[in-house]
């Protein structure tokens, strides 16, 4: 069965896998995880990451070059939409005007959950200011239709939260936002392990971003094949279609005619 294809904004995309480049031990590492995860879309702190604020220091680009991966600045860190906005406009003047971001506004620093309100506030400005904007948000099936209304190319929610490697929590709630949406629906913060990863594909969601479930693994770089590995394996159950749920069966696996003997 052919898949369809995995398109954010403009541009079609093979891997639907997103990977983050923080909390890696050294660049040699990042770079290592990515390759390993076949990502082609690379989430990059602004507020964290060297893509060139600081001349001294080493920088993401020299590792992870954009001719090989799309970057997808993002505003982490960010508790208001004014400095969300500006931290990617700094983004699209650093990486030549880079139009594909990721927005994030957080409203509290204890559980890093979003700020809708801002969120809403910040994505209607990013796109009449001509950005792609793809953006993180809670589960709530109405606003990530409003969302995907303003103009968002992909709406991001949550699995459960930043960090927290607890998996998808609420599927039901998934569900419906990708019942609704015509835009991807990529599931972005609480995966844990590669079957976390697989659940949400087989759930229907178009894709999956992560970073820590790599980054805080005892090894990340084989976290990062098996994450490759659970995407595929969910979007391949997916597009297959999963048997009826039953509390038993009278139909045996084995046929009980034409039996030998």
Not at 14 to 41: C, H, P, Q
Not at 112 to 119: C, I, Q
Request: proline residues 5%.
């Amino acid at each position: 069965m052919q898949d369809a294809p995995f398109q954010i904004a403009d541009r079609v995309y093979g891997s639907r896998l997103l990977v983050g480049t923080g909390k890696y031990k050294d660049f040699t590492e990042t770079r290592a995880a990515i390759d390993a995860s076949g990502a082609e879309i690379v989430t990059v702190a602004i507020r964290r990451v060297n893509i060139g604020q600081d001349a001294q220091a080493p920088s993401l680009l020299d590792y992870l070059p954009p001719s090989q991966f799309t970057y997808l600045p993002n505003t982490a860190g960010c508790y208001s939409a004014d400095d969300a906005v500006r931290t990617l406009r700094l983004a699209r003047e650093l990486l030549d005007g880079h139009k594909l971001v990721k927005l994030e506004v957080l409203g509290d620093a204890h559980s890093l959950y979003p700020n809708v309100v801002e969120t809403l506030r910040a994505a209607e400005t990013l796109v009449k200011d001509g950005f792609d904007v793809m953006v993180y948000t809670s589960d709530d099936p109405i606003i990530a239709k409003q969302l995907e209304e303003i103009g968002c190319c992909a709406v991001m929610p949550l699995a459960s939260l930043i960090g927290s490697g607890m998996g998808i929590l609420n599927p039901w709630n998934l569900k419906l936002i990708i019942e609704q949406a015509r835009v991807p629906v990529i599931v972005d913060a609480g995966v844990g392990t590669a079957s976390d990863a697989a659940i949400a594909m087989e759930l229907g969601c178009d894709g999956v971003l992560m970073n820590t479930a790599i980054a805080a693994a005892q090894h990340p770089v084989l976290m990062a094949s098996a994450m490759r590995k659970g995407v595929e394996a969910g979007r391949e159950a997916f597009l297959a279609g999963r048997m009826p749920r039953k509390l038993y069966s009278a139909s045996p696996s084995s046929p009980t005619t034409g039996m030998i003997g």
